[in-house]
């Protein structure tokens, strides 16, 4: 147990659909981290949260909205999504942005068919 | 930016064998270095980190590793592994001073009985 829940664990959607990814930290972290995990790639980094301020965004297709609502609280958004976005989507937590350690939460495996 | 790579795609070794798995990054300026390990079906666990001081760092589950900044090195390394090492694993690099993490492709450790 890292301190990091993703909910739901698995989600499969049609590209039509529009669903929510949450995340929650009960670590007392000022910064959340929303990153996208490919088979065979390097973990991508999609957005940054720094005290409930949007400080990153990777080019990030609009498919993809985050919302972080407060510190612990990290929610990305979802519509109209493509197969190519099928990934495990990971989120993580450190104590202020740039900070030295992140923890990560499980992850929530994404099918969009 | 960095680059991290991690030039074992898949590692496989036997029960109670040594194991290293290798790590370069490109940056010439202080460095931060991270292993992580990624267990199926589960979010990535901090293994271990350098930060400063002493280069050999020892971290959970009885790995350690070493940092060589003239290689830009920080090798993985674990004297007999078990059963239960089989996962993936992560190197990642921040920049003293720096924002972001950049993380590895991964290296998949196979522990054969």
């Known amino acids: 147990e890292t301190g990091v829940t993703q909910t739901p664990r698995h989600l499969v959607m049609g590209m039509t659909n529009k669903k929510s990814l949450k995340c929650e930290q009960h670590l007392g972290h000022n910064a959340m981290y929303w990153y996208k995990q490919s088979a065979k790639k390097p973990l991508e980094l999609m957005f940054v949260?720094?005290?409930?301020?949007?400080?990153e965004n990777n080019s990030v297709p609009s498919r993809f909205s985050p919302e972080c609502p407060n510190s612990s609280h990290l929610f990305l958004h979802l519509h109209t999504l493509q197969p190519e976005d099928s990934a495990l989507y990971l989120c993580?937590?450190?104590?202020?942005?740039?900070?030295?350690?992140?923890?990560f939460g499980a992850g929530t495996r994404l099918s969009v068919l | 930016a960095q680059s991290v790579t991690q030039l074992d795609s898949q590692v496989p070794v036997f029960e109670e064998a040594p194991v290293e798995l290798r790590c370069n990054y490109s940056s010439s300026v202080s460095v931060y270095l991270f292993w992580y390990v990624q267990y199926p079906n589960q979010g990535l666990q901090l293994l271990l980190k350098y930060l400063s001081g002493s280069t050999l760092v020892k971290g959970i589950n009885g790995f350690e590793a070493e940092f060589n900044k003239s290689q830009t090195s920080f090798h993985l390394r674990k004297p007999s592994v078990h059963i239960s090492d089989t996962a993936e694993y992560f190197c990642a690099v921040s920049e003293v001073g720096g924002n972001q993490f950049y993380f590895g492709t991964g290296t998949s450790l196979t522990v054969i009985p």
């Open positions: 949260y720094n005290f409930k301020e949007q400080t």
């Open positions: 993580a937590s450190s104590q202020e942005w740039g900070g030295n350690i992140q923890y």
